[in-house]
């Protein structure tokens, strides 16, 4: 290429000689390493769980329990509950002062679900950012997306997503949620 028709690799000027005229840049010298890629900012997320009474779970625990189980009652009304997943685990159960449990994720009621252990599973956040439920030994299992007739392993981690369902007792559902920003579930201060 003639000298004429080359350029500045600064600032695209004619360049004539080794350095350039206009900026002064070093034709000869490296280019300079390309800055670094930021990453990609991600807004940071956090997590939720929403308990709600699932009556097509509960009519297939009762359909799969037989006419010798007793009867637990659906609830007539049963307002979604929310949980913000704040600490590196959540206990999943029901309340016993006696017993000394005291679950994030507390279930006692009203209504309550009887057949919800006092400690039934376990939430446990995972380096990735993400969590696992593990059945703590419950007396009723455990149940994950709908799969009603394979409980989860006992004492086994199982990785969870968002939009997960995670099925305990005779008629509970928690919903495994990320959250980001705005839909970050806000404390109000108390009393207000």
């Known amino acids: 290429?003639?000298?004429?028709?080359?350029?500045?690799?600064?600032?695209?000027?004619?360049?004539?000689?080794?350095?350039?005229?206009?900026?002064?840049?070093d034709s000869l010298a490296p280019d300079p390493p390309l800055p670094e890629a930021a990453p990609a900012a991600r807004e940071p997320r956090s997590w939720l769980v929403v308990a709600a009474a699932d009556r097509s779970y509960y009519d297939t625990v009762w359909e799969q329990a037989?006419?010798?189980?007793?009867?637990?009652?659906?609830?007539?009304?049963?307002?979604?509950?929310?949980?913000?997943l704040t600490g590196p685990q959540a206990l999943i159960g029901r309340r016993s002062v006696r017993r000394g449990i005291d679950p994030e994720i507390?279930?006692?009621?009203?209504?309550?679900?009887?057949?919800?252990?006092?400690?039934?599973?376990?939430?446990?956040?995972?380096p990735d950012?993400?969590?696992?439920?593990?059945?703590?030994?419950?007396?009723?299992?455990?149940?994950?997306n709908?799969?009603?007739?394979?409980?989860?392993?006992?004492?086994?981690?199982?990785?969870?997503?968002p939009g997960d369902r995670i099925h305990v007792g005779a008629w509970t559902v928690l919903t495994l949620q990320a959250v980001t920003g705005a839909d970050r579930p806000r404390q109000e201060p108390f009393g207000s």
Not at 4 to 25: F, I, M, Q, T, V
């Open 1 to 25: 290429m003639p000298a004429a028709e080359r350029a500045c690799r600064a600032c695209r000027s004619p360049l004539e000689d080794r350095y350039c005229e206009h900026c002064g840049h």
């Open 66 to 84: 037989g006419p010798k189980s007793q009867p637990v009652a659906f609830p007539p009304y049963y307002p979604a509950r929310r949980f913000p």
């Open 106 to 126: 507390d279930l006692t009621g009203p209504p309550e679900d009887v057949g919800v252990s006092h400690t039934h599973a376990l939430l446990s956040a995972t």
């Open 129 to 144: 950012g993400t969590w696992v439920v593990v059945d703590l030994g419950s007396a009723n299992g455990t149940f994950l």
């Open 146 to 161: 709908g799969d009603y007739d394979t409980p989860l392993p006992k004492e086994t981690p199982v990785p969870l997503g």
